[in-house]
């Protein structure tokens, strides 16, 4: 009987063991970084392609979206990504892996508005998408697609009203910009003298009096954080970079094909909400920073068509050894197609 009972409890527990190993192990929670707080309709976006993804995975894939920043710098989340440490990230790439990563940080590609930004950085024949995919295939982590990311624009502190915000003459102001060089390109090619420092340094910088404003802040951001610092924003529509949402190459080789497709079609059909959202949320931030007592320059077609042309001629020449001068040509005639009044 001692003996029976004995082997029953073996099998019991490899029956156990088999369970853990098949269930409990799949079901793992992976880590994902966001670089927008938790309250961002952005963020809000990312958590809604995770539960879909689990529900359609039978919990299998389960994601967790770290907002804010929470699990680090964005300039370290490829470096973990590749290591494992963290399995998926919508992050920023910079040119600290590879000098092409810059791209996203180009100028002057969506100046007609998010209907131009889909179709340059998201759509099926994206030349960016493409240059992307490429690019981190190289630096070993798997290319999920871009993530929407409002336009970036210009903010001032009160009292630091440009005379002008268009043109390229000396504006005799100084303006915050990210360490990213197509960033103090484009801010130095319109007048500004430029100071580069940490983002969670910029809103006390402005109220010290350090910098004049900084570039690179949503209509979003400026409602959410910066209403009661800043008193002028420049609605340029310079840069408007996509986060990029990658995975760690080995964790996404050992999903299966059908996962592999699930993953990448959630994310896509997300970003395609986002972005649809995005252009109802620019109005509604408009709005609310006009009210609040806030002055936002904005422009007309012709002007945004005229500034961005100005701004490629000025700036993409200088890094053709960087992603090639035929795939900038290539991109500028893209741009450039879609004019005021198409």
């Excluded at 180009?106 to 994206?126: T, V």
């Excluded at 252009?279 to 068509?305: A, P, Q």
Aim: glycine share 6%; aromatic share 12%; hydrophobic share 35%.
């Amino acid at each position: 009987m001692k003996k029976q009972s004995f082997v029953k409890i073996i099998s019991i527990c490899a029956l156990f063991g088999l369970f853990v190993a098949s269930g409990v192990a799949e079901a793992r929670t992976l880590k994902m970084y966001a670089p927008y707080v938790a309250e961002s309709y952005i963020t809000q976006g990312l958590v809604s392609a995770a539960e879909q993804i689990k529900n359609e995975t039978d919990g299998k894939i389960s994601i967790k979206i770290f907002p804010g920043g929470q699990l680090g710098s964005y300039e370290d989340v490829i470096e973990e990504v590749r290591q494992g440490t963290i399995e998926f990230g919508a992050t920023w790439p910079t040119k600290k892996y590879d000098p092409r990563l810059d791209l996203l940080n180009l100028p002057a590609y969506a100046p007609m508005g998010y209907k131009q930004y889909a179709e340059i950085c998201f759509a099926e024949d994206s030349l960016i998408a493409k240059k992307m995919d490429e690019v981190l295939k190289d630096i070993k982590v798997k290319s999920i697609g871009g993530w929407p990311e409002p336009y970036a624009c210009f903010v001032f502190a009160k009292g630091k009203r440009p005379e002008s915000f268009s043109g390229f003459e000396n504006k005799k102001l100084s303006l915050r910009v990210p360490g990213m060089p197509l960033y103090r390109d484009s801010t130095v090619a319109m007048g500004y003298q430029t100071l580069t420092m940490d983002l969670s340094e910029v809103w006390n910088a402005m109220q010290t009096g350090q910098v004049d404003g900084a570039t690179g802040q949503t209509l979003e951001t400026s409602w959410l954080v910066g209403k009661d610092i800043i008193k002028y924003i420049d609605y340029n529509r310079f840069h408007c970079p996509p986060t990029w949402i990658i995975c760690n190459e080995e964790l996404w080789a050992s999903f299966s094909p059908e996962e592999q497709q699930i993953v990448s079609d959630v994310f896509k059909s997300w970003a395609q909400k986002t972005l649809t959202l995005m252009e109802e949320k620019e109005v509604e931030f408009t709005r609310l920073l006009k009210d609040y007592g806030i002055e936002i320059n904005e422009y007309t077609d012709d002007d945004y068509y005229k500034l961005h042309s100005e701004l490629r001629k000025k700036i993409w020449p200088k890094y053709n050894d960087v992603f090639g001068k035929e795939f900038l040509e290539a991109l500028d005639k893209q741009v450039a197609a879609t004019k005021p009044g198409k």
